[in-house]
């Protein structure tokens, strides 16, 4: 869909480098600058590049130049008019090449100078406040946006009501800048579609989780403060099984009623006191010991059927190895199998997305390596010559 | 005045719930004109008490249901049915949440729709995708989740997974979002529309996407993290003064443990080489967390982080609700601002997502009670008289 975009990308850090992601199995052709001999921090200097490298960078191509120094920076001026969109992570800029801020690379005020280009930066606070400039790390910007506070709610709070709260695992925080960063870019290009301009876009990481996580700001102005203990479902949820945990949850009348029929209509759900979703909040804690009690007895498999089928929504909670297998994963071709040159053959999540009804999915390419299109990237779009290309590496330009 | 990215994209909206409405939220905060079709005789679990959530009132004010228009309308009418088709022949976008099938079933679905309008961009989210064994599934955010094998990352090693609730599936819409702008992108180009089948399930896994290559390419399990980061050492949430107070710090160079050492007064850990690598560090956690946790008890979590930041290190208070609403840098921002309505009063509400130097954003629109604006909708995009409008609502078609 977006065959036409052409990507910059500079990135230390996950944000900047999903946003490249996911423009790239958009189809845009995004290319990574990086800064030789080390690259993207996530990257490992000393041998295959590990997993999350691997994952963030499929479809994209990469070149390496050193924006320390002033011929590096000369190459990227050269570059930025090739380019509808820079996507820049503030932090990678400090770390991989220590021009964060520097009045050699004002990265806020490129597009007065390339009036067409679209320049998206992420930083954990955002280009602006008083917190400006403060450090981050994908740990301590999801506890910056409110979900961090509330996440060990419901069983795991029953569980462990001493414990600190958790985190999502993983670099949720970081990927959920990133897509705010890819929507900001595709905005952005929709409107210079209009104006012909292009602009600077801020995203700061802390907006992007508190965005997505506005509720416990809405209930605080309604006069409830949500915590751990307090934001649990007042029934259902996670449930041990035999051999794993399910989450059930009958929010609705039928999915209750469809449950209680699943269950064989036991006595204890005709009670009165469990007559109506008021009235099950009420006494929630009951409802959940006589449903934790059925499904305590009964296998994950055979209750991940149940939910197949059944108004009730039920489902098993699967490690990666279990959600890669299922049919419907296989069915939907959720996965993809990429064979990187150096790091071997992987299985990678797809775009979510297919297009047009019954649609295809999209295929990705691996991750490249290290300045592996520098030659082909500064010929086609600068039309230098290979002479030109090795004086730049001497000099240490590249 | 400044243009807004998406202004003159008009999108019937046809969401509900949490996923559908923030991918429509979105678009409206960049100033696309949103109108959400709904219907009195099925509300929305916005628009009714929702009591297994412990929400015992129908609320004021509906961030998730901002910036938009409302018209009523029963889907479960053939009148109505050809008043959303001919909603959509005059909208850019279509953004819907239904079961899969149920568009279908309305007669509102891609090909029926893009028949009467060829550029029309349609979105379908759904959990688990349009097609497929697990396609008729219901699905709230825990239960994608859980199948998505997301969940299973998070949490202690030794307990259960975590529950992704409600920011679960606003993620999913954002995803939503950027589907519907790259396909008017698309259509900028070729003049083309574009139906999108959004899975909140595979986007769920691919918020999971490194820990399936890891396991794939290197054979390794992800590892619980717990509360703690990974590559960090010290590394945690840490408990402050007051209760149910934590602030979260994460030092991850050998500068932010120098410094910590300072601001700990151990100048004997500085010249401890081995203390100079995260993993020798993990090593002495049994020492160095309970000297971090004795300095941050007695602190709150604002003055702990703002000690950490004066010096580098990646903190924040573990920020709760409150926290949120009062922080003076959000508020600067204008992350978190007050929505005010001449008649409603005012009620806080969260910003966009993003600052764009040049493009306007919309200031913050009130919820839209159901049917407000089924004059403009009806009369003004529709070009129906006051007269069929007022037959229309007697007759319960618009509802």
């Known amino acids: 869909m977006l065959g036409d975009v052409q990507v910059l990308e500079v990135s230390g850090q996950v944000s900047a480098a999903f946003a490249g992601k996911l423009l790239a199995g958009f189809g845009a052709e995004v290319v990574k600058l990086e800064r030789y001999p080390a690259g993207d921090p996530t990257r490992d200097p000393d041998g295959p590049d590990p997993a999350l490298f691997l994952f963030l960078n499929t479809g994209k191509r990469a070149v390496t130049a050193n924006l320390a120094h002033p011929d590096g920076r000369e190459l990227l001026y050269r570059l930025l008019p090739c380019f509808d969109v820079l996507l820049v992570d503030t932090t990678g800029l400090a770390e991989e090449h220590g021009v964060e801020h520097s009045p050699e690379l004002p990265v806020e005020r490129l597009p007065e100078q390339f009036p067409r280009l679209v320049v998206v930066a992420t930083s954990p606070f955002g280009a602006t406040g008083p917190y400006h400039g403060f450090a981050g790390s994908e740990h301590t910007i999801f506890h910056a946006g409110g979900e961090g506070y509330l996440l060990g709610a419901g069983l795991l709070h029953e569980q462990f009501p001493d414990r600190p709260p958790v985190g999502a695992g993983g670099h949720l925080a970081g990927y959920q800048t990133g897509l705010t960063a890819a929507t900001g870019a595709l905005a952005a290009l929709l409107d210079r579609d209009h104006t012909g301009r292009g602009q600077f876009v801020d995203v700061s990481a802390q907006d992007a989780q508190l965005s997505l996580n506005h509720l416990p700001v809405m209930r605080f102005f309604d006069g409830v403060l949500e915590t751990t203990a307090s934001r649990g479902f007042t029934f259902g949820g996670v449930m041990p099984c035999a051999d794993g945990y399910v989450e059930v949850l009958p929010l609705e009348e039928h999915q209750w009623q469809d449950l209680v029929g699943l269950m064989g209509n036991p006595q204890w759900a005709a009670d009165e006191r469990f007559a109506t979703g008021r009235d099950r909040a009420r006494h929630g804690r009951e409802v959940n010991q006589h449903l934790r009690e059925w499904m305590r007895t009964r296998k994950r498999d055979q209750l991940a059927a149940i939910g197949q089928t059944s108004a009730c929504p039920i489902a098993p909670y699967y490690d990666v190895d279990e959600a890669m297998a299922t049919p419907h994963a296989r069915e939907r071709g959720s996965f993809q199998r990429i064979d990187h040159p150096r790091a071997g053959p992987g299985s990678y999540p797809r775009m979510p997305f297919r297009l047009g009804t019954g649609g295809e999915p999209i295929d990705e390419r691996p991750a490249p390596g290290l300045g592996e299109h520098t030659t082909e990237i500064y010929g086609s779009y600068l039309g230098m010559s290979a002479a030109e290309i090795d004086g730049l590496r001497s000099r240490g330009a590249l | ?399």
């Open chain 2, 1 to 399: 005045m400044a243009r807004r990215p998406l202004q003159g994209v008009r999108v019937a909206d046809f969401s509900w719930y949490a996923a559908g409405p923030f991918a429509t939220l979105m678009l409206g905060m960049l100033g696309a004109e949103v109108i959400r079709i709904e219907s009195r005789t099925k509300r929305d679990t916005h628009r009714k008490e929702h009591p297994i959530y412990g929400r015992d009132y129908v609320p004021a004010f509906d961030q998730l249901l901002s910036h938009r228009l409302s018209a009523s309308l029963n889907l479960r009418t053939p009148r109505g049915q050809e008043l959303a088709r001919e909603l959509a022949a005059r909208s850019d976008v279509v953004v819907e949440n239904f079961r899969p099938g149920v568009m279908a079933r309305l007669g509102l679905d891609y090909p029926v729709l893009s028949a009467r309008r060829s550029d029309l961009v349609m979105v379908s989210l759904s959990a688990n995708g349009q097609q497929g064994p697990d396609a008729a599934r219901p699905g709230y955010a825990p239960l994608f989740s859980a199948l998505s094998g997301l969940s299973s990352l998070g949490g202690y090693p030794d307990g259960p997974p975590v529950e992704m609730r409600n920011p679960m599936d606003h993620v999913c819409g954002l995803f939503g979002t950027f589907a519907v702008l790259a396909a008017l992108r698309q259509r900028q180009v070729t003049g083309r529309g574009q139906y999108v089948d959004l899975a909140n399930r595979d986007a769920a896994t691919l918020l999971a996407g490194h820990a399936f290559v890891e396991r794939t390419v290197s054979g390794r399990a992800p590892e619980r993290t717990g509360d703690r980061e990974a590559g960090a050492e010290p590394s945690g949430v840490y408990r402050c003064a007051g209760t149910d107070r934590w602030v979260a710090v994460s030092v991850r160079t050998e500068e932010s443990w120098q410094r910590l050492c300072g601001l700990l007064e151990r100048p004997e850990w500085t010249v401890d080489p081995a203390l100079g690598t995260v993993a020798g560090r993990a090593g002495r956690r049994a020492d160095i967390d309970p000297a971090l946790s004795g300095w941050t008890s007695r602190r709150g979590p604002y003055g702990a982080a703002f000690a950490l930041q004066q010096r580098g290190i990646p903190a924040v208070p573990v920020m709760s609700g409150e926290d949120l609403a009062r922080d003076p840098h959000l508020w600067e921002r204008g992350t978190v601002r007050m929505a005010r309505d001449p008649e409603r009063g005012e009620h806080l509400s969260v910003g966009p997502p993003w600052r764009f130097s040049r493009s306007a954003l919309p200031p913050v629109q009130w919820s839209p009670s159901i049917g407000q604006d089924n004059r403009y909708v009806y009369g003004q995009v529709l070009g129906l008289s006051d007269e069929e409008i007022d037959e229309l609502e007697t007759s319960e078609v618009l509802h």
